[in-house]
């Protein structure tokens, strides 16, 4: 009896925009996928949702996506393609209805966390890197549902968990800032609600701010217009950083919101304004808490003098990190500078200090691993490089399964 194919069993891990895009394109294809979400999907995104997107609707879905929704409600309406929509209009009018999707709500499982993800009777080093053996043998996942322990196999695993779960420190060298542990649950890490439901807990008081990108530059500027009601908002904005202007534009930049953003923040900085005061080179050495815990002080070293910053928040903008801990029993090639897969961090060098919108596809062998059939995707995939748009998330879903339909390396067969 000849060997007929089968179908490989997809994992995807993360139910945002890249993970539910990845798993509608397995079910188009008709092959068996579930999608394993810590949250609900969208969870992120959700949580930054006040924030208005630089890039246009019309780049942050597919043809698939919305067709998907309009199969399930043929009245669906979408936002205007060139409409830039905040994060909890995009969960509404896209994410959560493709969730809801006939072809999705199936195979969703949320509120399950993904723990580890190994390989069925093999450590990771067990067998040389590539070695087309462990393909043979599934992968295994450890999930945590109702904090009850379960397991899982699939023979493809699709890593799409994002960043925004686990951010960098404020310390020099960026490790933590002595004390920074003990206070990390009271800084802002994320992207604060400071117009919404933080308004409240910010206005009248002192706020430090450290970050140079476009996170910290966004709540630098809702401050600032916080400040023009309560009059006794002030802001100090830190950055390591030796340049008087804090955010980089780019030259006749096609994302109109973003440059929009740049401008306001570096005028902000540098011309006193909206009650913030900048200053560059900076380094925070000491977070304490004071005042009966009610306040922070912040010992820092400030173009080579000491300084410290007495205040009531502290808003730390400075980026994510990919959870690397997820995948460690495998074999992932990953970039020593940016934790991202080596190859694909290699390509972004290549394109380093350049506009997002000028990074082209970088194909399937920048994607794939040492260990096969195993692929991070969407914004983990670019490790530390924070350039990642989603349209570049759903080229790499298209190359992926161009190649899985393709590729007899997968060795899934049965008689």
């Known amino acids: 009896m000849m060997a007929k194919t089968r179908v490989p069993r997809i994992a995807v891990l993360g139910a945002g925009p890249i993970g539910l895009e990845a798993a509608l394109y397995a079910r188009h294809l008709g092959w068996p996928v579930t999608v394993f979400e810590k949250g609900q999907p969208g969870e992120y995104v959700r949580q930054w949702g006040h924030v208005r997107l630089f890039s246009p609707f019309g780049m942050n879905t597919t043809v698939l996506g919305q067709n998907a929704i309009r199969a399930n409600n043929a009245k669906h309406e979408f936002p205007a393609d060139n409409e830039c929509i905040t994060g909890k209009e995009h969960v509404a009018a896209y994410l959560q209805p493709l969730a809801e999707s006939p072809l999705l709500r199936d195979c969703l499982r949320t509120e399950t966390r993904v723990v580890h993800v190994g390989r069925r009777g093999h450590l990771k080093n067990d067998l040389p ?72 807990d910010f206005a009248g008081k002192n706020i430090l701010i450290v970050g140079t990108g476009y996170s910290a530059a966004t ?25 008087t202007q804090p955010i980089k534009r780019i030259h006749n930049d096609p994302l109109k919101e973003r440059d929009r953003l740049a401008t306001r923040a570096n005028n902000l900085a540098t011309r006193g304004e ?5 200053h560059n080179h900076t380094v925070i050495d000491r977070i304490e808490r004071v005042n ?123 008689g």
């Open 129 to 200: 890197p590539g070695d087309p053996k462990r393909s043979k043998s599934p992968f295994r996942l450890l999930l945590v549902h109702n904090n009850k322990e379960e397991e899982a196999e699939a023979d493809v695993v699709l890593d799409c968990t994002g960043v925004y779960g686990q951010h960098r420190w404020l310390g020099d060298g960026g490790i933590p800032a002595l004390g920074e542990i003990a206070c990390e649950s009271s800084i802002a890490y994320g992207l604060e609600d400071i117009l919404g439901k933080r308004r409240q």
């Open 292 to 414: 009966n815990g009610k306040a922070f002080a912040i010992a820092t070293r400030c173009r080579g003098e000491t300084k410290t910053w007495h205040v009531d928040h502290i808003i730390a903008n400075v980026g994510y990190l990919p959870d690397t801990s997820l995948y460690r029993e495998l074999q992932v090639h990953e970039c020593y500078a940016t934790e991202g897969p080596i190859q694909l961090a290699a390509s972004l060098l290549r394109h380093g200090g350049g506009d997002c919108l000028q990074i082209p596809a970088s194909g399937i062998d920048t994607l794939r691993n040492p260990e096969p059939n195993f692929f991070i995707l969407g914004a983990k995939s670019y490790g530390r490089n924070s350039n990642f748009l989603l349209r570049n998330g759903f080229e790499q879903i298209r190359e992926v399964f161009a190649f899985l339909k393709n590729d007899s390396g997968l060795n899934l067969y049965r």
């Open 274 to 278: 909206g009650n913030v005061e900048f």
């Open 219 to 243: 709540a630098v500027c809702q401050l600032a217009d916080l400040a023009t009601e309560a009059t006794d908002t002030w802001i100090v904005w830190l950055s390591s950083r030796d340049g």
